[in-house]
Structures are given as structure tokens and as C-alpha cells.
């Protein structure tokens, strides 16, 4: 099953974005693999919309920096 593109209910702001999924992150859930599975997100999708806004993920803190 191939996972979505498109990120149902959450925004399309990079910046909301960017605070949600960090707080995702912080909250509950491991890594961004993990996110992305639970959420159905495409992970190359997710870092390409916030890397737009130049952040990228940060595996030692497990957030977008």
C-alpha cells in the first residue's frame, strides 16, 4: 500500500507544519520513521515541504532544526 502525499489534516503551512510535526516527534514518537508509518505520511515528501523552508531532520533529537 503505497502511503499518502497528501498530509490529511495537517497544514499545508511549512511553518504550522514544521510545529506540529516536531511536536509530534517530541511527544510521541521515537523517530521520524515511526511518524510516518503511524501517520501514513511519504517521508520524503514531509522532509522536501519542510526543507523548503530550510529545515531538516535531526536524528540525534529526533526534530526538524
Request: charged share 35%; hydrophobic share 35%; proline share 3%.
Amino acid at each position: 500500500m503505497r502511503k499518502q502525499t497528501v498530509f490529511n489534516e495537517l497544514p499545508n503551512d511549512p511553518v504550522l507544519l514544521l510545529s506540529v510535526i516536531n511536536t509530534k516527534l517530541r511527544d510521541y514518537y521515537a523517530d521520524l520513521d515511526a511518524l510516518c508509518d503511524d501517520l501514513q505520511i511519504d517521508r520524503e515528501l514531509l522532509t522536501e515541504k519542510l526543507g523548503s523552508i530550510d529545515y531538516e531532520y535531526e536524528e540525534k533529537r529526533n526534530q526538524f532544526v
